[in-house]
Nanobody, 122 residues
Framework: HVQLVESGGGSVQNGGSLRLSCAASGSKYSVKCMAWFRQRPGKEREGVATIYTGGTGTYYADSVKGRFTISQDNAKNTVYLQMNSLKPEDTAMYYC????????????????WGQGTQVTVS
């Protein structure tokens, strides 16, 4: 079993930046892909970015490409989401997720989820 704990959310002005963190613990050896998802008010949860834990392969949703960067520190078992040029439409609960298979933005593929961290852009 894998436990995920997100942090770093908060309130920021339009155009500002935030960095989210996701600390993983437990059976981390089984995890091949880490991802960030978000759920905006009144919308379904959607994929934002993915990263392979064994390398640097990343993927981004079109809505965040060029503004968000996913990265990892394997020594700290932590995945980050650097969010720049934030817009009001980025306001959402952001979730970290993990799975043992290939990376995908398909929400149903992920076995493990964090509790979420709120990001508000005004």
């Amino acid at each position: 079993h894998v436990q995920l704990v997100e942090s770093g959310g908060g309130s920021v002005q339009n155009g500002g930046s935030l960095r989210l963190s996701c600390a993983a613990s437990g059976s981390k050896y089984s995890v091949k892909c880490m991802a960030w998802f978000r759920q905006r008010p009144g919308k379904e949860r959607e994929g934002v970015a993915t990263i392979y834990t064994g390398g640097t392969g990343t993927y981004y949703a079109d809505s965040v490409k060029g503004r968000f960067t996913i990265s990892q520190d394997n020594a700290k078992n932590t995945v980050y989401l650097q969010m720049n040029s934030l817009k009001p439409e980025d306001t959402a609960m952001y979730y970290c997720a993990a799975r043992g298979g290939y990376c995908s933005l398909g929400i149903g593929l992920y076995n493990y989820w964090g509790q979420g961290t709120q990001v508000t852009v005004s």
